[in-house]
């Protein structure tokens, strides 16, 4: 049967794969009959998530790629693909004041500069060829509102943003297309890093024109679509997945 939004025949990178979005992503793809190359730091977790893939053909690399040796090592072991997801991330909350030096290199190391390095290496190495798809996982925090004592974590999905916008331009010649995803808040243990109680992510909530917040899922959905030749004449865009919260 057709279906525009199959991966049957591709293989998909995907970065933070351990948990959360990223293991949706994963997950999600592989029932769409995609191979999939899994990585993240946490040994356990990622072990989880490849246990979780339907189907035969997929790939896991334990990898810090904040490690310039573990990135190389990724690189050196890693197929041709067809379609990578950024979804590497943590969550910094800070107060203007007290934001050092320390907690700004820790928050863009993991969530910007890092896979922008990997990304880079993927590209030179032509281990995406032309009709490939790259996906970054950015925030409606930082590109579209902001709460206080998330200035840093909104800083860096801000340039995940400007990033793809821009490779997106790079890369349309060699038919590599770039998009951006925007989610807000969505259901993952990220969310209870974000240091709020449980009545403030209630509140936050019941904020949201749908009533609620996002499944992991319900992003994966959107990534798919993005890497998928659904989307074929679709590149430097932001997909904001948010329940209609920017619309306020």
């Keep these: 049967m057709y279906n525009p939004f199959s ?9 933070g794969a351990s948990s959360g979005i ?11 009959g995609a191979k999939v190359v899994v990585t993240g730091r946490h040994v356990e977790r990622l072990n989880e998530t490849f246990a979780a893939l339907e189907g035969d053909g997929h790939l896991q690399f334990a990898a810090d790629l904040a490690d310039e040796d573990q990135r190389t090592e990724l690189i050196g072991h ?25 907690k700004l290199d820790e928050v863009f ?13 993927i590209v ?13 996982i950015s925030s409606i925090d930082g590109p579209a509102v902001l709460n206080i004592g998330n200035s840093i974590y909104g800083a860096s ?4 943003s400007a ?6 331009l ?13 989610p807000g808040m969505t259901d993952t243990p990220l969310m209870k890093l974000d240091m709020l109680t449980e009545e403030q992510i209630e509140k936050v909530r019941s904020e949201y024109p749908l009533g609620r917040s996002a499944r992991p899922e319900e992003i994966a959905h959107g990534v798919i679509y993005l890497l998928s030749e659904a989307s074929s004449f679709v590149t430097g865009s932001d997909l904001r997945i948010d329940g209609g919260y920017t619309l306020k």
């Design 124 to 136: 030179k190495k032509k281990l995406i060829g032309q009709g490939g798809a790259i996906v970054w």
């Design 7 to 15: 991966l049957q025949g591709k293989t998909i990178l995907v970065t």
């Design 170 to 182: 790079e890369l349309a010649p060699r038919n590599i297309r770039v998009n951006c995803v925007q």
């Design 78 to 102: 890693m197929p041709h693909i067809d379609g990578v997801a950024f979804c590497a991330g943590i969550v910094q909350t800070v107060l203007f004041q007290f934001i050092n030096r320390a």
């Design 109 to 121: 190391e993991i969530n910007f500069f890092s896979q922008v390095l990997l990304a880079q290496q």
């Design 157 to 160: 999905k801000s340039a995940v």
């Design 22 to 32: 990223g293991r949706s992503i994963a997950v999600e793809s592989a029932r769409m």
């Design 163 to 168: 990033m793809s916008r821009g490779m997106a």
